[in-house]
């Protein structure tokens, strides 16, 4: 029972690339979700999924693009990365709304 | 959308002492308060949880009180170690209710130094 993965664990972007962020949970967890951690910022949503097949946009979204693409992976994609997305991305899962909320290792993405 | 504040920034304590962490939140659906803690380089983990029927809660050397009419809760930690210096974050969820579907709203964290 892995929990949470992502991968990369690091990754170096030149401004205008773009990558994919993947996200997969061995829990059988209906809702997943994408954060970024920046110093003194916490960890802000930018997008979340309630279930397979439904996306919805978080407080930061602007950038971004997710996928559901089945109950285990939700991916997260960057068009054109700019410096200010520059964090650590966090993505978590979670069974129950009033249970635990597990988060993967974090992605390291820094964008020149 | 919900807003959730914390205080203080940083926290500097000597070992044995205890340590308090505060946070207020804004919507009063909010009805799940979790607390994380997050060791550096390290993922965010749960230390403790309260459920807005509950005002306090505890497990050994951490315990978390709520105030539902005031909007705050706070986590205590007592007989502080080393080992408790991390970020502590708070966070505040209206549960499925609406369309919020357990949405996390986190605060900014509290760095928590113990000093042996």
Redesign the interface.
């Known amino acids: 029972n892995a929990g949470v993965t992502q991968t990369p664990k690091f990754q170096v972007l030149k401004t205008g690339q773009s990558m994919t962020l993947q996200c997969a949970q061995d829990m059988n967890h209906n809702s997943m979700y994408w954060y970024r951690q920046d110093p003194g910022m916490g960890l802000r949503l930018i997008y979340y999924s309630a279930s397979e097949g439904t996306t919805d946009k978080g407080e930061v979204p602007n950038g971004y693009n997710v996928s559901r693409l089945n109950k285990r992976e939700f991916s997260l994609r960057l068009e054109s990365a700019a410096p200010s997305q520059t964090s650590v991305y966090f993505c978590a899962s979670r069974g129950d709304p009033y249970n635990e909320q597990f988060f993967g290792p974090g992605t390291r993405l820094t964008v020149l | ?1 919900e807003n959730v504040e ?1 205080h203080p ?1 940083t926290l500097s304590v000597q070992e044995g002492d205890s340590a308090v962490i505060k946070c207020t939140y804004s919507d009063s659906a909010s009805n ?1 308060f ?1 607390w994380y803690k997050q060791e550096l380089g ?5 230390i403790i ?1 309260i ?1 807005s029927n509950v005002g306090e809660k505890k497990d050994q050397r951490i315990a978390v009180t709520l105030n539902k009419t005031a909007k705050h809760f706070s986590l205590h930690i007592t007989e502080t170690q080393p080992e408790d210096s991390a970020v502590y ?1 708070c966070a505040a ?1 209206s ?2 209710g609406g ?11 509290t760095i928590l130094t113990v000093h042996p």
């Open positions: 959308g914390q920034s799940y979790p390290k993922r965010p983990q749960l949880d459920r974050f969820s549960g499925a369309t919020s579907y357990g949405k996390l709203t986190f605060g900014q964290g």
